[in-house]
């Protein structure tokens, strides 16, 4: 079956731009998390929905970020005047869980962001 | 909150040889610990995983293993090979809905 994916894979953004990045989890997915890569590190942690329910936001480093998933499928991760400092790769994973044999995630290829 | 430290940052190795990667963990209550590949452009695909009521799992060239005690996991992978050249991320979680705390990554190059 399909995978994680992404889109746009990839976005120029001129600083002040409004972006929107999709993610279209593995079908039947429960869970869903958005991650921050900045190069050369690892992942770091966004957010999480448990189907239409965004559970924790804590990862948001401002209120530029704003996150849904309206009928528990698909999520856009929206960036409001973005900044040079926005710039990276952000991914989406989703888990069929919650279940501790199911909360295994799984990456989409990232849509990696570039503000000018 | 978890802090998850990795290390090497880089490792080189000869083709045939093995590479370990080490990590350390501060959260007792991390209870799943998943190993991820990178290759560069690429999603993170799992590789192997340990839960915290096993100490060790291995798979074909590849295992981890886990001392929950002293908080940290290693990744060992065996007669590597030049497609194992990529970056390796380790990552702690506390399980269901819970976020990975990510290592920094290793870079492993392996030399034909």
């Known amino acids: 079956g399909a995978g994680v994916s992404q889109s746009p894979r990839y976005k120029v953004a001129k600083r002040g731009q409004d972006v929107a990045l999709r993610c279209d989890p593995i079908?039947?997915?429960?869970?869903l998390f958005w991650y921050q890569q900045a190069l050369g590190q690892g992942p770091e942690f966004l957010t999480y929905?448990?189907?239409?329910?965004?559970?924790?936001k804590s990862g948001l480093p401002s209120d530029r970020f704003f996150a849904e998933r309206p009928e528990g499928s698909v999520s856009t991760l929206k960036i409001q005047r973005t900044q040079q400092e926005d710039s990276a790769v952000y991914l989406c994973?989703?888990?069929?869980?919650?279940?501790?044999?199911?909360?295994?995630?799984?990456f989409g290829p990232g849509t990696r962001l570039t503000v000018l | 909150g978890e802090n998850v430290e990795q290390h090497p940052s880089t490792l080189s190795v000869q083709e045939g040889d093995s590479a370990v990667i080490k990590c350390t963990y501060s959260?007792?209550?991390?209870?799943?610990f998943p190993w991820y590949k990178q290759e560069l452009g690429k999603r993170p695909q799992l590789i192997i995983d340990?839960?915290?009521?096993?100490g060790e799992k291995k798979d074909q060239r590849i295992a981890v293993t886990l001392n929950k005690t002293a908080k940290h996991f290693s990744l060992h992978i065996t007669e590597t090979q030049p497609e194992d050249s990529a970056v390796y991320f380790c990552?702690?979680?506390?399980?269901?809905?819970?976020?990975?705390?990510f290592g920094t990554g290793t870079s492993l190059t392996v030399i034909p």
């Open positions: 929905f448990q189907n239409e329910a965004q559970l924790d």
């Open positions: 079908s039947g997915h429960v869970s």
């Open positions: 990552a702690a979680s506390k399980g269901i809905g819970n976020q990975f705390y």
């Open positions: 994973a989703s888990s069929l869980g919650p279940s501790p044999s199911t909360d295994t995630q799984y």
């Open positions: 959260d007792s209550a991390s209870n799943y």
């Open positions: 340990i839960r915290s009521n096993v």
